[in-house]
């Protein structure tokens, strides 16, 4: 059953990575006109991004927050976070692409803000947000 569950994962992985780099790279070469002065998608795009944004962002969050809460002995909060992600390559792998697919759909938010829809704004925020949280996470001191 862990083999199917980590497969179910890694093809959430895959679909969130693929929507959104496609997102990133149609925004980048989008070029507004009267017309259509703003990227637009249909419905069911809108949704199926939303919703793996978020089930991807809070997934690994959370599964981190509760590896970590595994770790006993440590000082350092940095010292559980990288004990519990050594623990599974799949949250490693999972916190590594949305990180990165995160930081390039922020990049072709910057640079094509104008033409970009609310979701792209809304979820480079939230991936900002999720970055601030990791680093804030390496600079708190526990007890």
Known sequence: MRAILQLLAVLVLALFASIWIWIGIKLL??????QTPVLTFTEPQ????????????????????IEIQKVNGQNTLVAQVNQAASNSALLT?????YAGVGIFVLIAWV???NASPDMVGAFSLGV???LGG???AVFRKTA
């Open 46 to 65: 809108v949704t199926v991004a939303g919703f793996l944004a978020s089930a991807v962002g809070a997934g690994t969050a959370s599964i981190l927050g």
């Open 29 to 34: 070469s989008f070029h507004p006109s009267r």
């Open 93 to 97: 792998f999972g916190i590594l692409l």
């Open 134 to 136: 990791a680093l804030a």
């Open 111 to 113: 640079f094509s803000s």
């Open 128 to 130: 900002l947000g999720w």
